[in-house]
């Protein structure tokens, strides 16, 4: 679309996108910094393992988890030796496929999901939910959802 036929965003529109850009930098860091602060887990080791705990069998293609948690291989590969080398996630070799690796939860994994979860659900409602009361929160799921698939 050239300048000339743009549309200027409305004060409104203005203010959405710029506060959207804020919350993608500033939730993360938050509840990083609370998770971090509480139990010495990151952010993307804890939703890795909760990644994890939703699979059946508790075991996921490192692929599968790469995506689901939206970091590159190399990345998901980095944050599953760190959670191996504590005992909380194991690699086995796809009984479909020989070339790929999956990752699995170990029990001490899932208890230390399960220890880390209150601060997390703590956190979560603290950064966003307690700054969204009266607001229809079905609407702006749907409306997130809709740009996320779309982006």
Do not use: K
């Not at 971090?36 to 393992?49: A, D, I, S």
């Not at 705990?53 to 692929?63: D, G, N, Q, V």
């Not at 796809?94 to 659900?121: F, I, K, M, S, Y």
């Amino acid at each position: 679309m050239s300048a000339v036929t743009a549309r200027p965003l409305s004060a409104d529109e203005e203010a959405v996108i710029r506060a959207l850009g804020r919350v993608m930098i500033v939730l993360p860091r938050a509840v990083d910094a609370d998770m971090v602060r509480e139990h010495q887990l990151p952010l993307t080791e804890y939703t890795t393992l909760m990644h994890l705990s939703e699979a059946p069998h508790r075991l996921m293609r490192m692929s599968e988890l790469a995506a689901a948690c939206d970091l590159s291989l190399s990345g998901m590969t980095r944050i599953v030796t760190r959670l191996e080398t504590q005992g909380l996630i194991e690699r086995v070799r796809c009984e479909e496929d020989a070339r790929g690796w999956n990752a699995v939860l170990t029990d001490a994994g899932l208890a230390r999901l399960q220890r880390a979860w209150p601060t997390h659900l703590a956190s979560v409602r603290r950064h966003v939910f307690d700054h969204l009361r009266g607001i229809d929160l079905t609407q702006l799921a749907r409306a997130l959802q809709r740009f996320a698939t779309t982006a």
